[in-house]
C-alpha cells in the first residue's frame, strides 16, 4: 500500500510517516497541494498511485481542499482514497472538504490510534 503525506509541517509529516509505516505503508511527502499534485501526476505515469493521501488543510501554494478538487477532477484518480487531517474542526469545512471528494476528515491534534481506525474504515488496513 502507498500513502502520500501532504503537510507543509516537517513534523507532522514525520509523525504521520512513523504511523503509516507502522502499519506497512511505503510513504511519499509533499509539503503543499501542488507538490502534491505533482507526485500524484508522476506516480500515475508509473501506474503507482497513492492508495491514500492525508491531507492538510491549510498550505502554502495550494491548499489541501484545492488539492482534492484536483485529484477529483481526473477520472483515472478516483480509486484514491483521499483524508483531510487538519485543525479546521467547523462542520461547514468539514461539509465541504467531503462534498469536494475526501473520504474522511481527522482533526488535529489526535491520537495515533485514530489514523489506523480511519484507514480501517476506507478498508486499507485489515480488521483485527
Not at 38 to 61: F, G, I, K, Q, S
Not at 70 to 93: C, K, Y
Not at 101 to 124: D, M, Q, T, V
Request: hydrophobic letters at 50%.
Amino acid at each position: 500500500m502507498r500513502a502520500l503525506l501532504v503537510d507543509d509541517s516537517r513534523t507532522m509529516r514525520a509523525l504521520l510517516a512513523r504511523l503509516l509505516t507502522g502499519l506497512g505503508f511505503e510513504v511519499e511527502h509533499a509539503a503543499d497541494g501542488q507538490e502534491a499534485l505533482a507526485a500524484v501526476t508522476a506516480a500515475a505515469a508509473e501506474d503507482r498511485l497513492p492508495d491514500v493521501c492525508l491531507v492538510d488543510w491549510n498550505m502554502p501554494v495550494m491548499t489541501g481542499l484545492e488539492f482534492v478538487v484536483a485529484v477529483r477532477a481526473n477520472p483515472e484518480w478516483r480509486d484514491i482514497s483521499l483524508m483531510m487531517v487538519t485543525t479546521e474542526s467547523e462542520h461547514a469545512q468539514i461539509v465541504r472538504a467531503l462534498a469536494a471528494g475526501a473520504h474522511e476528515y481527522l482533526i488535529k491534534p489526535f491520537p495515533a490510534e485514530a489514523i489506523e481506525e480511519k484507514l480501517r474504515l476506507l478498508g486499507l488496513v485489515p480488521v483485527g
